[in-house]
C-alpha cells in the first residue's frame, strides 16, 4: 500500500529585522509567503491528502490553511515538526554582522558536527522521522502533508539517506514552499522526491 508523505517548508516570513527567530512567537507570513502557500496549495489541488499536519509555529500554521482549505481538512498540530532550537534564536547571526562577533557567542561554535549552539542534529532527525510516520498512519493508501521548516527537514531527509547529519548550510536544498516527499510502501521508504511549486530561494535565508 503506497502512502505519500509530503514534508512542505513554510512559506516567506516577515522579518524586517533580519533576526534569527527560531521558536519565537508572533512571526506571520509575509505577503510573498502567503503567495506560496496559495501556490502549493494550487499545485496539491489534485492530491489526494487525507491528513494535514503542522509545526505549532504560526508560520507553519498559516502555510498550512490555505492547503486544509482546499482539501476541507482540519490542521493538527504535531510538536514533533518544530524549528530546531538555538541559542541564538532573537539575534542577528549574519557574518560580521551580529551575534557571531561577539567573543562570549564563540563557546557555543565549538562543535559545528553537533551542533554545539542548539539541538543535536540526531534528536532532530529522531522527533522529524517520528512525526512523519505518524502522519503516515493517519493517511495510510492516500497522502499527508507536514508543514516543517528548513533545517528539521533537511536534516531528516539526510538521515533517511544515510548521509552525515552535519553539513554546509549553504548546501540545503529545501527551498521556501519546497515540498520533499516521502514516497512508502507500508512502512518502508521507497523514494524522496523534491520539487519546488513556489519556486528556488535561497537557502541561506534568515530564519527558517
Known sequence: M???????RHGEVHNP??????RLPN????????????TVAEALAGHDLAYVVASPLQRAQETAAPIAGAHRLDIATDDGLIEAGNVFEGQRVAVGDGALRQPKAWPHLVNPFKPS??????EIAHRMLGAVHRARVQAEGREALCVSHQLPIWTLRRFLEAKRLWHDPRQRQCSLASLTSLVFDGEQLLEIVYSEPAGTTDPKVTGA
Open 2 to 8: 503506497t502512502t505519500v508523505v509530503h514534508m512542505l
Open 17 to 22: 529585522e533580519k533576526i534569527l527567530y527560531g
Open 27 to 38: 512571526y506571520r507570513l509575509s505577503e510573498r509567503g502567503q503567495r506560496q502557500a496559495l
Open 117 to 122: 549552539w542548539g539541538e543535536p542534529y540526531v
